[in-house]
């Protein structure tokens, strides 16, 4: 069974910065493409940034650009969100998904049907 586990989330104060992992061991990980989402309270699921299989392209959402960072390390199996400057309205459940390579392309990079695996979500909080 696929396995992704989010890390490093948590409580932080507006102007902050988390750093995000998710690990898998249960997929050729350098053969899919990963992603960020997450779910603020009360509002659907929605994109944040995504990066293909060699971390040689990456997508944002235009709410994050310029603040959050996303890379993998195909070696460890891991994908990160750097996360800085961090606004009360980055609160949400976050999180990291996986595409295979073949089916992630420059026009369905932030539609998550495109995913395939899902990990169950860690929590950011950011306090004003």
């Known amino acids: 069974q696929v396995q992704l586990v989010e890390s490093g989330g948590g409580l932080v104060q507006a102007g902050g910065s988390l750093r995000l992992s998710c690990t898998t061991s249960?997929?050729?990980?350098?053969?899919?493409?990963m992603g960020w989402f997450r779910q603020p309270p009360g509002k659907e699921r929605e994109f944040v940034a995504s990066?293909?299989?060699?971390?040689?392209?990456?997508y944002y959402a235009d709410s994050v650009k310029g603040r959050f960072t996303i890379s993998r390390e195909n070696a460890k199996n891991t994908v990160f969100l750097q996360m800085n400057s961090l606004k009360p309205e980055d609160t949400a459940v976050y999180y990291c998904?996986?595409?295979?390579?073949?089916?992630?392309?420059?026009?369905?990079?932030?539609?998550?049907?495109?995913?395939?695996?899902w990990g169950q979500g860690t929590q950011v909080t950011v306090s004003s």
């Open positions: 249960r997929f050729i990980f350098s053969a899919y493409a």
């Open positions: 990066i293909n299989w060699s971390g040689g392209s990456t």
């Open positions: 998904a996986a595409a295979r390579a073949s089916a992630y392309t420059g026009r369905n990079y932030n539609t998550q049907r495109v995913y395939e695996y």
